[in-house]
């Protein structure tokens, strides 16, 4: 089509199409610029909803249609700040925009990363990771995620994500990260650890349904409405709160709010020691659950009371560490155990210190494939942490993960189910209890456990995906794990083999050889970075791995897909 006859489709399809869309999702147009618009947002989730509005209209006029007479638009969408003049608007975020608008396919949509994280899990639409990409005028490279009309129409109903997730019929309530109002900003940490506790605590209770740690502090430092929130999440109740720390006095306020109506149920402040932080803990659990409508089961009241730490110290280095093994990487796992390892020192006797130094024996198994002292090392933890206290769910979790690795299966699940009926809500609970019904042979059934894991923890750690990803290849259903791997953002030599696997198994033989490159790119990376020497067979790599399945079927399955791949074993 000539220019001339462009601009004429543009300014039709602005005046029938763009334009109502645009004040629907309520944007502004901001100017036309040659063959282009620049539009602006309230929001990344209106922007994102008014652009894939404008494509799949487009593409259902044009589907009849046929070369010169289509009409593609590329679409980029960013998130960040502008410089407002006059009627017109300029700076970084405006320039990224236009890049990724470069890098659109015609009639796709291309969203920065930042647009991407406000979106994901809050819309029904599935983005592909385009990776790192550098472009012209700006400073660093940008990471992409690309949506298109054609890969939508062929996404499968499990591939498609609820945009509202439903309410459910218990009483249902996330706690958001408490505000630290200390004048010191390094004491985030100690309010982070009493918003965990609590939600520890809820957690517990049958009756209710409470959203895992991860994703309430997907809010933490946002200004986001509350019933926006009870909306993304799928619950009818939140706590709010702060916590201020001034030498051996603590004070923290809490309050109950119906997320619906942003109405306050119940209030309260408490001005206490320091050392009696774990009975205001407790006293804010209670004081939740008997405001909650319906009667809460008493047996469950008696186990929010846990056996805490006499030493405030122990408990210190505890937060401290949980906020470093929550970065999940190979330094933060170190650096943690030697945390957990310091609150033990102070209190030999405090269970949950035991519990989380077993838990990072278990990472580096689970990551790194450790030796065999890492796994006796993760066994005694845990049996020790259970021996101290019986009744918190999270040492029987990591004594069933070394268990199994033990090979002894039916202890594993023994207590796997004993954590999951001690606490009910723990997502990480039933997401072990997944991979390892993956594992066994049971792959539906785990496919089962994962959605009720995703379900309570809507923004999981990137061990949910590989789970999920890892029962879906058991299922042969390599499409969807694909999609499931590419929720991680980072992928390790693991990942880089599932995929590979997935794409081999699709009949995409130059995706897998892409993929397979990077797994052994990957492991050689790791072999120098840990400074071991000598050459590693490809059996070796995946013998460890491999013996995981407990049913022959599935770990001919597993080779068969990396040797399709290209992998010689």
Known sequence: MDEAGTLAALKSDCKELIEPSVAEHKGRIVKLMGDGLLIEFPSAIEAVRCAVKIQQALAGRDAGAFGAERTAYRIGVNFGDIVVEDEDIYGDGVNIAARLERLAEPGGICISDKVYEEVRGRIDLDFADMGEREVRNIDRPLRVWQWTADAAATATPRQARPSLPAV?????????????????????????????????????????FVIARNSTFVYKGRS?????????????????????????????????????????????????????????QDEITQAIVSTLPGRL?????????????????????????????????????????????????HDPRYARAHAFLASTYVFDLFIYDESDQSLDKAYESAETAL????????????????????????????????????????????????????????????????????????????????????????????????????????????HHALLAMCYAQLDKPDEAAAEIARFAEARRAEIAERGVSGQISDLDLVSERVSKYRVKADRDHFLEGLRKAGLKL
Do not use: C
């Not at 996330?174 to 982070?192: G, H, I, K, R, T």
């Not at 401290?320 to 310091?342: C, D, H, I, P, W």
């Not at 070394?402 to 004993?418: P, V």
């Open 224 to 280: 986001v409405n509350v019933q926006d929130i009870g909306r993304d999440l799928g619950v009818r109740y939140l706590v709010e709160g702060s916590v201020r720390k001034a030498g051996q006095k603590v004070r923290v306020n809490a309050q109950l709010i119906e997320s619906s109506t942003g109405q306050h149920v119940w209030a309260e402040r408490y001005d206490r020691n320091l050392d009696d932080i774990f009975a205001v």
């Open 387 to 494: 021996a101290l206290d019986d009744t918190d769910g999270w040492p029987h979790l990591m004594l069933g993960y070394a268990l199994f690795l033990r090979g002894q299966d039916d202890e594993t699940e023994i207590h796997f189910r004993r954590a999951i009926s001690l606490n009910p809500n723990d997502a990480d609970g039933i997401a072990f209890m997944a991979n390892t019904l993956v594992y066994l042979g049971r792959w539906e059934e785990g496919l089962d456990y994962i959605a009720k894991a995703m379900r309570i923890n809507p923004y999981p750690p990137v061990y949910y995906h590989w789970y999920h990803g890892l029962g879906l290849y058991s299922a042969r259903e390599y499409g969807q794990a694909v999609a499931a791997i590419k929720q991680i953002r980072l992928l390790d030599r693991w």
């Open 297 to 345: 089961e008493e047996p469950g009241r008696e186990l929010v009371r846990r056996k805490p730490t006499a030493s405030m110290s122990a408990y210190d280095h505890v937060l401290l560490g949980l906020e470093l093994f929550k970065r999940f990487s190979r330094e933060g796992n170190l650096e943690a155990r030697k945390m957990f390892q310091a609150a033990i020192d």
């Open 168 to 208: 459910p019929d218990k009483p249902s309530i996330a706690v958001l990260p408490f505000d630290n109002m200390s004048d010191d900003p390094e004491q985030d940490y100690f309010a982070d650890g009493i918003t965990e506790d609590i939600i520890t605590g809820l957690a517990r209770f049958h009756a209710l």
